[in-house]
Structure formats: C-alpha cells, structure tokens
C-alpha cells in the first residue's frame, strides 16, 4: 500500500551500505520506521490508519517506543538524527496523542483521548464524533493493546478494538497508529476501505529485520554496554559469531534472543558457544535449556514461575509467591524456591511498589513492599499454554488466596488479594460464587472488581453482584476510600430490597456515615420536606394538629406551619405528580382542594419503611429554633451533597450521586432525606468525626450521562 514496495526488509542492507546509523534505541527496523515516517508526515499514498502487529516478543513497543522518541519536539534533541536514515525521521511536528491502554479499560482510553484534545463531550459515545468534526486532523498513537485492561481474563484488548480504535479508525480527521494483537489487527484493518489502512507484521518477510536482531544481540553481549566480560563476549569475532547464531535460532524473536542472553550470562559454565543446540528457537526452549544447564528439572521451573505468568496489576507480592506456588504444584515447592532464585533470575522483574502508612490499601507503614512479575508477557503466555489446566491452576490459586485471608477479614488482607481476587475467579470460573460478600465488595479496588464482574454474563449473576455493578460507575468516579465505598454500598443494598447486605455492613469495620432507614422507586418527585404529625389517637387517625389552618404543602408551594410543639411522629412529605397512588392533592394558594399545578403530596414514615395515610395540612414543620439548634447542616451541588458539623463546621458525610439531585432536606435529628430520579432515599447521619470526602468531578454542560462517570474513574472534566 502507498510506497510500500520501497519499504521492503532489503532496505535494511542498503541503508547500512549507505552508511546511516541504526536507531539507538531500535537498533534495526529500517523499513518499518521509513514506512512509520511516511505514515506521520502524511506521505502521498501512505496509508491513514497503520495497524503495527507481530508475535509476543517481536518488538513491536520497542519500535512504537522508538519512532515515539523522534516524534517528541523535545526528545528529539537528544538523538543523533543526522546520523540515521532520513527517510526514517519524521518531520518535527507537534507530539502525537499517545493514551496509553496498559491497565486501563476501553472506556478510560477514551476519556483520556477527549481530555487530551479538550473535547466537550459529555458521553462516550460522543467523543469519537466530535473528533470526525474537527476541521484539523489530530494524530493519535495507541500503543500496547494487548496490555489493556485491569483483568486479564476480561479480554479487554478486543474491547478496545470494538470501542475505540475502530471508531477512531473510521473518523476521516484522525490519523492513526495502533500496536495490536495478530488476533485483532485483522479486524480493526478490515474496517476500513483500501488504500486507508496498512497492516505491518514484523514477523511477515517483507519487514524482516535479521541484521536488527543479529545487533540486537550483539549489544546485550557487549562489555561496553554491560555484559560481564566472558570469553563469548570480550571476542570480538567469537560475540559476531554468537550473535548471529542466536539470531537465526530466535527465528525473529527479540524475546527469545533476550532470554537466552541473560541466561548465558547470568550461568555461563557449561555453555559452548560453538553448539548452536545449546542456543533457543523459542521462549520456551530458552526456559527448559536454562533450567538445564543448571541441572533443575524444566518443570520444575516452570511452576515456580507459573503464580507469576497469573498475576495481575503490576505484579504479584513476593510473599505470596511461595503460597501459590505450593498451590499449582499440589506439593510443597518451599525448597525449591528457596534453591532456585538463580534458576528463575533470568525471567523475572521485580518492582518496587511504593506506599503509605496512612494509605489504608497501600503497602504499609514501611512504606513500600516488592512485587515480582515475569520480564514480559510472551513468558507468561508460554507458561500458562503449558499448563495441563489452566482453570485448575486458576482454581487453586485463587483458593490460596482466600485462605491467606486473616480470619476472612477483608481489612486486614493484603491490597493484592482484595484487588485481584475477583480476577483469578473470573479465569477459574468461580466468580459469581463470590461475589455474596459485602466486605470485599466495599474493599476491593473498584476499577479491577467492576471489569472482573463486567465480563459476567449478567444472568450468571446474583443479586448482590448486580446491586454492585450498578453502584461501580459512582464507585469508580467518586475514587472514595474504602470505608466511603461502603456507606454507597449500604445504601445501594436498601434500595435493591437486599436490607441484610446493607445490615452487613454495619458489622464490619466501617465508621459509616450513615444508616439507610428505607428507599422508594419513586418516579417525579419534585420535592421533599421533613416533618412531623401529630399524636395518634386511640382509634388509629391522626388527631389535629394545634393551630392548623390547612396550609400544608412542601417544597414551597404553600409552606407547612412551623410549630415548637414536640413532634409525635416524624415524617417526610413528598411532592408528587397529581394522581401518583397514596397520594393527595396539594391545596392551592387560598386553601381550596382543587390543586397547585398538577402536584400532589404522599406522606412517609422519617424513620422507617412505610407510607403514612394522614392529612397532609396535619404537617408541621421543625420550629426555627429546633432548625438553629440542629447539630448538622448540608449544602448541595448538582449531584453531590456534603453533611457538616455545626458546631465545628467539619463534613461529616459526603454524598454522591448518579443522578441529578431534585430536592433535599435534613431533619432536626438528622435524618437526610434525598430525591433523585430514581427516587427517595432517607439515612440517618451517624457520624461524629470528619468524614473521608469522596472526589466530587466538576460539571460538564449538557445532559446528564452517567457513562460520563466510566472515563478516568474520577474527574475528566
């Protein structure tokens, strides 16, 4: 397509007999970084969309990484392009958008392609149409696709695809380069007309780059670059011939040329580098002939490093490698692990997690704490395709997990079980068989926990489990601590009918803000008013109230009479569309019964579940001075509320919602009584400290949309 017969593999040889330098941080991939070069300064006949794909372990990141480094203004300064293939440069333009996928879901790519481009767009599905509207093209590069999403086994990658580069690909304003898995590039190309789109494989002949693997290699064996000084490597001509072997083992592989180096160096007794038998074809070979050359069974290795090749996040705590371990293997693997540091060095990556001793799902008063993760995940695919099964593996591990839990207390947990749990059920099948459980519901990381349950189908699902997945768009934008999880939870089980759930809660090891005291699905309430009735009489109706003249009517049509009278039972009094069932019409301005405006009033009990039949007129409203002598006040926004302490002006519980607020009004003793669309709610503020304030995201004009709450978990506007 466009200039690609000149963008052959053979370029490779003429540009180093030309005598350019290869890219430093690429070594190799002239054709594919010319035909990179042609894509950015939008070449005549080069394609618009260019969908970069290969083997794991191809060096796919590493070229995107590299062209990337010469896309940047700044960056740019710091290589020697002088030096290199000019049709390898792209001009200096504006950096490209660059949202990278590595963990996140396809929804949040999105929303941090609209932040970067400063979109309006209120809703997902909007952002890709007011790109195609721009009268200036934008360029946008999306690097490691098969790295998206925060579960594995939620398949996010073809996600992404679906929702996000085909969209983008379809827009004719966009300018396009996706890295993508062999198993997807097919179907965002296919698209797309001809012409508009190239597929690069760099594992097809046509972008071969055999001498860019033979340097590769090459430079891993240098002592210059770092290598030990062996008798493989201070040789110059010996290391030439090394390298060039390993290259034609690796058959194109990076990966593999990069394993079976660190194993020689790390182990070099006993290798002749004169055998190429001794050399690896793929990533597993360079697993079984390192286990090898050092006497240990290949197996053996392989299932010390199967818990890693399952981690999730950035990787698994180096003190549940052992747990696990004995789990995949069905015997105790202590021994082993304690032998085989050196035999498992080569294929793993460990990362320095930092924390917080106050981070209540951070590391820990020492403030950080090590995981280990394989070196890439073409490792982790090699092991985990060996395995006899992987749901088994998946069974046992995620077992582990649960009996690593301190007396099943979710608080005391480590962050990585209460975060990834839901993923390794998810792989093993056991998934909804987990999700009863309110404490992890509140304590998992809400991100990982709604992605794990998104790939559910939803009949699959429970009670409980639905309830959560409705409240995780306001989990995920709110990015509220654990304990504010919670009290949204408590109050999400009420309103579902699951009061055992929501009473569950309270025997946790939650301060909640509040206790839920009942919910209504009620439809066009307008507005709510909290108040009381007067004693019941004997024979069950409600007697009338002193000084009644029959005003009565909330929400400020008609105000209800104040009163210093004790109140005989609290009440909140809803405005209501005119005809809704239970309910009566509002009395006008001058007290007749023909009603104010199409609305009615239905009476509820303030403090338990239950519709009250009185007379609204009968009424009253808290006294001023019951109104000063309150000890809480609350201010509101759009959709979100905040509770405060009168006396010392701290918010004692913070309130979100996912919907707009219609009205709202806190009572005396402190019974917050909220309407949304949805309907009704009433909690009873319990707090008596300052509560932890949920991130409250500023508003977007526009219709509410609550697929806006989906983008970066918290504040895109």
Known sequence: MGDEEAMSASDEGNAAAAGYAPHPFVGGRTAALRALAAWRMRWPGAPRVVVLTGNPGSGRSRLVTGFLMMCDPGYRKQLPLDDLDPATVPPDLPAPAVPSPSGRTAAQVLWLIADHFGLSADRRDDICPELAAREEPVTIVVPDVDRAGP????NEPARLVREVLKPLAAAETVQLLADVPRELAAELAEALPPGQVQIIDLDAPEWADPEGLVLHALTALDPDAGAPGLPFTTDPAVRRTLAESLARRADGSRLTVQLAVQSLLMQPEGFDPADEALLPGSVGEALDLHARRLGADPQTLRLLLAPLAFAEGEGLPVQLWGALANAVAGRDMSQDLADGMLLAAPFIQPVEQTGDADDEDGAGADGGRTLLRLQHPGIAEEIRSGLPDVRDAQTKIAMALLEAVPQQNWSKADPYIRDHLAAHTLDAGLLPQLLTDPGLFAHADPVTMRAAIEAVPLEQLGAPARTYLRTAP??????????????????????????????????????????????VPLAGVRAVTTGSLAQEGGDGTTATAPGADGAGAAGGEGPLPASGAAASRPVAALVVPEGTPGSRTMPGPDGDSSGAGGSALLLHDLLRPGYVDADPAQVRLPSEEAKAAAPFGFSRGADYLRVWD????????????????????????????????????ARQILAAAPAATPTVPAQRTGSADSDASDGLEGDHS
Do not use: C, I, K
């Open 474 to 519: 306001l989990l995920t934008r709110s990015q509220a601590p654990a304990g504010m999880r919670a009290a949204f939870l408590e109050t999400a089980f009420v309103e579902d009918g699951l009061a055992p759930y929501a009473e569950a809660l309270h025997t946790l090891d939650f301060a909640l803000p509040w206790r839920t005291l009942w919910s």
């Open 151 to 154: 579960v594995r086994a939620a």
């Open 646 to 681: 009168r006396a010392g002006q701290e918010v004692v519980a913070a309130l979100l919602s996912d919907t707009p607020l219609t009205d709202a009004d806190l009572s005396p003793d402190g019974v917050l009584v909220v309407a949304t669309a949805r309907g009704v709610t």
